[in-house]
């Protein structure tokens, strides 16, 4: 049986890279069994087979490099169980993480789809249940430009900026409603999912009936389906309860092409 081992031998016995067992030295991870001093090639023996087997093992359960060599500076069982529940502890919680993500992204796709399907321009009478958001009380201007408003939302109740694609809304006030004034909103707020979580500053807008409608365009396109919205209202003798949700669910977070941009509003009422 041959006693030495170049590392391009090792590498190719164990598949894996030349400068992986490099830096293994540098680290005193895994030293060769022999360095020549002339031309400073490495050497391994079997003795060392063990130990990167060992080193490849604890890797593959992406344990760090930190934990693998505290292990081998103080190897037991004890320790290896110590090292191991912790690292089941961290993939359980990289495991939870990623299910979150997976649950954010099929609920993007889902509304994506949903927008796809869209009869534009035709008022829906929807029941819609409570919904948690987190809001910023401000007067904006429609003219405005909303990006340093939701800036100011997302740091007045510590939210995550990647929580906002396609769900941040302002308000129109019900008394602006009244008056056919909307040229101004009441309110910025984001739409909270599920996998959010809590954040501490949150609200719930109850359940209740809302007469909605879905347009290609923008906040500043939005005055003539509020018109349209409270002729509609007013023709079923139905009653204005509150100020309005007017979310754009596709704009520049989705896509450069303003003709795809979508904006929904609701209005919240109750027959009488």
Known sequence: MKELFTIGEMAKLFDINIRSLRYYDEIDLLKPEYTDKV????YYSTRQFEILNTIKYLRALDMPIAKILQFFEYRDIDKLVHILQEQQEKIVAKRMKLELIERKIQNRLTQIADIANTTYERIEEKYLPERKIAFLRKEISAEDDLEYSIRE???SNHLETVMFLGKVG?????????QKKFGGFSSIFVLLENEDGGKGNDVILPASDYLTIRFQGTHKEANRYYVNLLKHMQSKKYALTG?????????????????????????PYKKT
């Open 170 to 178: 302002v308000s129109v006030s019900k008394e602006n409603l009244e």
């Open 39 to 42: 031309t400073e090639y490495r």
């Open 243 to 267: 100020d309005s949700i007017e979310i754009t669910l596709i704009d520049y977070g989705m896509t450069n092409d303003t003709s795809k941009f979508v904006t929904e509003l609701q209005i």
């Open 153 to 155: 939302l997302e740091l």
